[in-house]
């Protein structure tokens, strides 16, 4: 089974403070996403990327894939308390099935005013 | 509005009783999934489905059965379910799987508690 390693599972900061999160995998992507999902709804795309290098911005969120298509990073500045909720990437592995996604376990983001 | 819609929402249930959850979309997205979300696991795809007629199995599929005679609706079927599928599903779908064309909409969830 591929998996999708995200890193911190749990990050609480202050307002105004910058982050990161990261994914990364031992296997390549052909394309990979972030979500933003907050309690009691479904997860919603934020950005996504496929090819390696490539870097996103929207906003205060910059996105980055790896050279190699095997990991990425999320990049948050100036945090504000909307941020909060829990951020997933998820991507569809090389010469496997378009149709499968692969979700990381997600990470958990609480910014306090 | 771009809409998908799953029901219900909530559901309890007892094992062994057949249950189906219903998943339309209103966009003509060719690809449609179902997804599984646990504490401690994260989102987990059970089927997917890439068009009309076409469909495959995710990464848990056991216990699980779909179909996709239309190209709107894509229903998840529990034939016999069991405690261990208690969780919290969704439904998504796209116009491409894993395109940068690909936007993926999720619906708002189901509940199921299976006792």
């Known amino acids: 089974t591929q998996l999708l390693e995200q890193s911190p599972q749990f990050l609480s900061i202050q307002e105004g403070e910058n982050l990161t999160v990261y994914c990364n995998s031992s296997s390549v992507f052909s394309s990979l996403q972030w979500y933003r999902q907050e309690p009691g709804e479904g997860p919603v795309l934020l950005v996504t990327?496929?090819?390696?290098?490539e870097v996103k911005k929207l906003k205060r969120l910059t996105f980055q894939f790896g050279d190699a298509r095997k990991d990425s990073s999320l990049h948050i500045t100036a945090a504000q308390p909307g941020d909060t909720g829990l951020y997933l990437c998820?991507?569809?592995?090389?010469?496997?099935?378009?149709?499968?996604?692969?979700f990381g376990k997600g990470t958990k983001l609480s910014v306090k005013p | 509005e771009a809409q998908v819609t799953q029901n219900p929402r909530y559901l309890i249930t007892v094992t062994g009783k057949k249950l189906t959850v219903t998943c339309s979309q209103n966009m003509n997205h060719e690809y449609m999934s179902w997804y599984r979300q646990d504490p401690g696991l994260g989102l987990r795809q059970i089927y997917y489905s890439m068009n009309v007629e076409v469909t495959d199995k995710g990464d848990v599929p056991e216990g699980y059965k779909v179909s996709r005679k239309e190209k709107r609706n894509f229903p998840l079927i529990l034939e016999s379910p069991s405690p261990n599928q208690t969780s919290l599903y969704f439904c998504?779908?796209?116009?491409?799987?894993?395109?940068?064309?690909?936007?993926?909409?999720f619906g708002a969830g189901t509940r199921l508690s299976v006792l």
């Open positions: 990327v496929v090819t390696g290098g």
């Open positions: 998820a991507g569809v592995f090389y010469g496997g099935s378009q149709g499968n996604l692969i």
């Open positions: 998504a779908s796209s116009f491409l799987a894993g395109t940068t064309k690909n936007i993926q909409y």
